[in-house]
């Protein structure tokens, strides 16, 4: 229903920054909260920042300082900016969004998850 589309990914040197993109499309019809996640191999996937329609934003502990999310809701977009990456910050990033859409005169809620980008930290 609502297909999201990460970009950003790579290998980083420690220290170093990156910054991945999120697109979502298809008939929106409004987006409650945007987000990314992160999943480390033999770990559970964890929360890493998210931000409400209304600009509240949420990090987790390990990256409070380091990361900084953003959204564009005119382009149902969400950035998230990481610095000072650390090699723990190696995983896959999920991009998530929750919110309405519509087809036709019914409108439904969705949950969508973007197909993950390789984050790559070297020590």
């Known amino acids: 229903q609502v297909p999201l589309v990460e970009s950003g990914g790579g290998l980083v040197q420690a220290g170093g920054s990156l910054r991945l993109s999120c697109v979502a499309s298809g008939s929106i019809f409004s987006i409650d909260a945007m987000g990314w996640y992160r999943q480390a191999p033999g770990k559970q996937r964890e929360l890493v920042a998210s931000i409400t329609s209304g600009g509240r934003t949420a990090y987790a502990d390990s990256v409070k300082g380091r990361c900084t999310i953003s959204r564009d809701g005119a382009k149902n977009t969400v950035t998230l900016q990481m610095q000072s990456l650390k090699p723990e910050d190696t995983a896959v990033y999920y991009c998530?969004?929750?919110?309405?859409?519509?087809?036709?005169?019914?409108?439904?809620?969705?949950?969508?998850w973007g197909q993950g980008t390789q984050v790559t930290v070297s020590s």
């Open positions: 998530n969004a929750e919110g309405r859409y519509s087809r036709g005169s019914y409108v439904g809620t969705f949950g969508s």
